[in-house]
């Protein structure tokens, strides 16, 4: 099975930088997901890690640490829409590539 | 325009009655997958299906059940067995893929459950 734990919440100023972490323990590994998702509204993709090293895209980079079970998610020059939840989810290595989501980290932008 | 659709967006039944959300995609997209999202919690997963006429129970099916005649639909019906029904239900779906990028899932706009 699956463990995934992000914290709960977070705050940080407009146009700074945060770093969201997310770690797991699992019976297989076939890759690392963020999400991205507003209040009362679907889930939206962010970043996709499968081997270990930073991806970059545009404002948000993600890192894998696939030995230590350890991934961030990195918002640069926070903007106020920036306020949202975070789910890092990872899909196992079984056949059915089972993806399970952690409980997500609430991002509050403040000015 | 390709894309997941859920509807009704908002749905209320009367306790002890089923009640079946429907999810329907044109992305040609062979793994579907219901979640389940509740207030404070992450999604937790309900079931699976990789092809037509099979699918997975994942950690939350007690309660619910699925059907996958088609590849582009996913119904999920919320039965009267399911203690607390009242929650926000997703539907989502991916290609199936080894470790290739392009394997996110495409989630529909949801729909919330109330039951009263």
């Known amino acids: 099975g699956q463990n995934i734990d992000q914290p709960t919440e977070m705050t940080a100023t407009e146009g700074a930088i945060v770093q969201i972490n997310c770690t797991y323990q699992?019976?297989?590994?076939?890759?690392l997901f963020w999400y991205q998702q507003h209040a009362g509204e679907a889930p939206t993709f962010l970043s996709y890690n499968v081997l270990d090293g930073l991806e970059e895209k545009g404002r948000f980079s993600s890192f894998l640490s696939r030995s230590k079970g350890y991934s961030y998610l990195l918002l640069k020059e926070l903007q106020m829409k920036d306020s949202a939840s975070y789910l890092c989810?990872?899909?196992?290595?079984?056949?059915?590539?089972?993806?399970?989501f952690g409980i997500g980290t609430k991002l509050q932008v403040i000015p | 325009d390709g894309g997941i659709t859920q509807s009704p967006k908002y749905l209320f039944r009367k306790e002890g009655q089923n009640v079946t959300l429907s999810c329907e995609q044109n992305l040609n997209h062979d793994a579907m997958y219901w979640y389940r999202q509740d207030p404070g919690q992450g999604l937790r997963l309900i079931y699976y299906?990789?092809?037509?006429?099979?699918?997975q129970k994942g950690d939350i099916a007690e309660g619910y059940s699925v059907s996958r005649e088609k590849k582009e639909s996913f119904p999920l019906t919320v039965t009267s067995a399911q203690k607390n029904p009242t929650a926000f239900y997703l539907c989502?779906?991916?290609?199936?893929?080894?470790?290739?990028?392009?394997?996110?899932?495409?989630f529909g706009q949801g729909t919330r459950l109330t039951v009263v």
């Open positions: 699992t019976s297989g590994f076939n890759g």
């Open positions: 989502a779906s991916s290609i199936i893929a080894g470790t290739g990028p392009n394997t996110e899932a495409f």
């Open positions: 299906s990789q092809i037509v006429n099979d699918f």
């Open positions: 989810a990872v899909r196992d290595g079984g056949g059915y590539q089972k993806v399970t």
